[in-house]
């Protein structure tokens, strides 16, 4: 007489209790990440798809917009347009100057302040200053430094024998540059503040073995220091470039883009098509170009130094 085995139990429901598991995480992690991206939906991708959609029309800001598709006419319409395109240029100079003179002059205090001088937590606070400001009360503020009448710059300069009937954001020379230096000591705490937090990741090993073998103080800068800052630099360096290509309000309290279009940004240009002439699709082509202009120049910049990384790790 033959005796059957019992059938075994299935061994999938194990996998069922697992996946039933997994699903219900899941739906926890959803319930908790939806409250935090519920405003990012409705405030940045629900605007930012709508001005993708307005700049395919012929949207003005009107009381009652009555707005037609007109394909990419904007577009070709904005490529002729030489006024954009030199503000274009100068968002350029003025996102890469404010961008590399605050990396170098941040870097140079966060190195200052990691060296233990006295009043160490002071000077901190007094380094975040700028950073704590709103940026129109710094542009008002540095304004009246250098207004040409009774600005100090201009009474400091008098002092030692210079000219000091220099009109600083009035004279074609002088007015994109005295702009750039507002921008760099406007950003610059925020910069030092991450810089000196990696200073403080840094072994204190290496430095002293690279002392032992008898590097100077410049050589253990290069070797150890920067080395080792450099996924700070990378990541740093690409929020304040797209920080300040996209900045408005301290260089139109500043200036309001003169003299003579000298600092009118890319952003100064699209918000005065837009809210000036009320050309609400005109300028939402004007937007997108930015955006797509400043992803491409991230992508390529973080592409080069993805690619030093790995030359790097191999050698």
């Not at 002071?122 to 709103?134: G, K, S």
């Not at 002092?159 to 921008?183: E, K, M, Q, R, Y």
């Not at 955006?291 to 491409?296: A, L, N, Y």
Request: charged letters at 15%.
């Amino acid at each position: 007489m033959t005796v059957l085995a019992s059938p075994r139990p299935p061994a999938s429901r194990p996998g069922r209790r697992t996946t039933g598991m997994e699903r219900a995480r899941r739906r926890e992690a959803a319930a908790l990440v939806m409250p935090s991206l519920l405003p990012i939906l409705v405030l940045s991708v629900a605007p930012l798809l709508m001005g993708v959609l307005l700049a395919f029309t012929d949207a003005e800001l009107v009381r009652r917009p009555d707005y037609q598709f007109v394909g990419v006419d904007n577009f070709v319409r904005l490529a002729g347009n030489s006024f954009f395109w030199e503000s274009f240029r100068i968002g350029l100079v003025w996102a890469v100057s404010v961008t590399v003179l605050q990396l170098v002059a941040a870097l140079g205090l966060a190195l200052l302040l990691n060296s233990g001088l006295r009043l160490q937590g002071l000077t901190r606070v007094l380094a975040l200053i700028p950073w704590a400001m709103p940026p129109v009360v710094v542009a008002i503020m540095w304004k009246m430094i250098y207004s040409p009448n009774a600005g100090p710059l201009n009474a400091a300069l008098g002092a030692v024998g210079l000219p000091d009937d220099i009109n600083w954001l009035a004279d074609f020379s002088t007015a994109l540059p005295a702009v750039i230096v507002v921008g760099v000591w406007v950003g610059m705490p925020q910069t030092t503040v991450t810089l000196l937090a990696g200073l403080q990741q840094i072994p204190a090993e290496l430095n002293e073995a690279a002392a032992m073998d008898g590097a100077g103080a410049w050589r253990r800068f290069w070797a150890v220091t920067l080395p080792s800052l450099r996924p700070i630099v990378t990541s740093i360096t690409s929020l304040n470039f797209i920080w300040n290509f996209n900045s408005f309000s301290l260089v139109y309290v500043l200036t309001e883009g003169g003299p003579g279009g000298r600092t009118m940004l890319p952003m100064l240009f699209t918000y005065l098509e837009a809210f000036k002439n009320r050309n609400i699709g005109y300028a939402a082509a004007m937007g997108v170009v930015l955006v797509v202009v400043v992803v491409v120049l991230l992508a390529l910049y973080l592409r080069s130094q993805l690619r030093e990384d790995r030359a790097e790790k191999k050698g």
